[in-house]
């Protein structure tokens, strides 16, 4: 199996401008889930999604950032407009079956997309 | 709410030393838990998992114990290699996967 996979795996941008990040999970997984990771606030779950639903986007930091799930293998997460303040490294992640079962589901994480707005 | 607390790093060993990471968790009832490793330049890999009290999950050398007595799931390994240096990762299913703070490894040959 491929892996959950990520696009752009690095970014710099400049502040006010748009940023998409990409994820295709992995195959037949149907829980997705977007972090982020920074030095100063560690691992946040910014939103979830169950069969294309978004189930808690209640860490999703502001209106300026946005996520989709148009279909089983494809998600994104946008920030319009990016700040400083929003660099960070960016995960997305994958599992199966029932969340919050403690059935002890594995998430599968992808390599990041690093990002840095300037 | 549900939390996790990781010892502080960094923590700095000679190869070959014994490996003790501290973690912690405040919850209700009995969550799975699980160790994520974080190479480098990489995203999250799970190292080891365990889904109710007294459950020992082992991987790669490593172990932890779910203790509900002392609400733990310390991290071991009985000798570290240079290469088991990254930064380790604590957690707890609840809804939602929820992590503490990592704790940094660091082992030297």
């Known amino acids: 199996d491929a892996g959950v996979i990520q696009s752009p795996r690095h970014e710099v941008t400049e502040m006010g401008q748009e940023v998409t990040l990409r994820c295709k999970p992995i195959?037949?997984?149907?829980?997705l889930f977007w972090y982020r990771q920074t030095m100063m606030r560690g691992l946040e779950l910014l939103i979830y999604?169950?069969?294309?639903?978004?189930?808690?986007d209640s860490g999703m930091p502001e209106d300026r950032f946005s996520a989709k799930m148009p279909n089983a293998s494809f998600s994104t997460l946008k920030i319009q407009p990016s700040e400083p303040r929003d660099s960070a490294v960016y995960f997305c992640?994958?599992?199966?079956?029932?969340?919050?079962?403690?059935?002890?589901?594995?998430?599968?994480f992808g390599e990041g997309s690093w990002l840095t707005v300037v | 709410g549900d939390s996790v607390t990781q010892m502080e790093g960094p923590v700095t060993l000679s190869e070959e030393a014994f490996l003790t990471i501290n973690c912690t968790y405040t919850a209700t009832g009995y969550p799975s838990l699980f160790w994520y490793v974080q190479y480098p330049g990489e995203g999250l890999q799970l190292l080891l998992k365990a889904t109710k009290a007294d459950d020992k999950g082992s991987n790669k050398g490593f172990e932890a114990t779910y203790r509900k007595e002392t609400t733990s799931f310390h991290l071991e390994k009985g000798s570290v290699q240079v290469s088991d240096s990254a930064v380790y990762f604590c957690?707890?299913?609840?809804?939602?996967?929820?992590f503490g703070q990592g704790t940094e490894l660091s082992v030297k040959p």
């Open positions: 999604f169950n069969n294309n639903v978004p189930i808690d």
């Open positions: 195959s037949g997984h149907d829980y």
């Open positions: 992640a994958s599992s199966q079956r029932r969340w919050g079962s403690s059935s002890g589901n594995t998430i599968y």
């Open positions: 957690a707890l299913e609840r809804g939602k996967l929820i």
